[in-house]
């Protein structure tokens, strides 16, 4: 299985400031054929069910703000979120479709 | 406006069963990989299994294979999971999601909790 380790696990960021999570897959999932990652970031806040922001790396989803943004390739990947809001305290998830089982990072827990 | 909707949830005891449903709406359902995916308390995400648009196509965690079952009624537009043997560590909230293009899994119902506990 590929493993999905994010880093770190818990990040307090000021309003406004920026907040950066890192995802690193054990196994390359860039497919060569295409050239695209085959990751995801997901938004996860309390109560509510998961809310895919990113796939292909960096390909925002519509109606996700661009303060909002993936990079990486290969094996190390980043979501960036440029100035923190309330509404952006969540859990956030990488997770790798490159192969089955699709597996996903830890998780990181953003709080202001 | 895409709607999925799981019930079935609940306390059981280990070794118990139980059957999960998932209904959707507001899209061609039949068109769609869909997939079950969990939450353990204090834990993150787990993928659990998927099905194909058809039914054809069957993939399960190494954690529920030969417990769990997946299946479909697109007649109903529906989807399951019928859980045996279940125990301690599959208590989580079960979601059901929609696989758009190229396995990215896009969308997501509200959750059903599991329980498992003597």
């Known amino acids: 299985d590929i493993v999905m380790t994010q880093s770190p696990d818990s990040l307090a960021v000021s309003l406004g400031e920026r907040a950066t999570i890192n995802c690193k897959s054990s196994h390359s999932i860039l497919y060569s054929s295409n050239n695209k990652n085959f990751l995801s970031w997901y938004q996860h806040k309390s109560g509510q069910p998961p809310k895919l922001l990113i796939s292909w790396a960096s390909a925002r989803e519509s109606g996700v703000p661009d303060r909002f943004s993936g990079s990486g390739s290969g094996t190390n990947f980043t979501l960036s979120i440029s100035s923190l809001q309330v509404e952006d305290v969540a859990i956030y998830y990488c997770?790798?479709?490159?192969?089955?089982?699709?597996?996903f990072g830890q998780g990181t827990k953003v709080e202001i | 406006e895409v709607r999925l909707v799981e019930s079935g949830g609940g306390l059981v005891k280990p070794g118990g069963s139980l059957r999960l449903s998932c209904e959707a709406s507001?899209?061609?359902?039949?068109?769609?990989?869909m997939n079950w995916v969990r939450q353990t308390p204090g834990k993150g995400l787990e993928w659990v299994s998927s099905m194909d648009y058809g039914g054809t196509y069957v993939f399960y965690a190494d954690s529920v294979k030969g417990r769990f079952t997946i299946s479909r009624d697109n007649a109903k537009n529906s989807l399951y999971l019928y859980m045996i043997s279940l125990r301690p560590d599959d208590t989580a909230v079960y979601y059901c999601a929609r696989d758009g293009a190229a396995m990215i899994t896009d969308f997501w119902g509200q959750g059903t909790l599991v329980t498992v506990s003597s």
């Open positions: 997770q790798q479709y490159f192969r089955t089982p699709r597996t």
């Open positions: 507001g899209f061609t359902f039949s068109d769609y990989t």
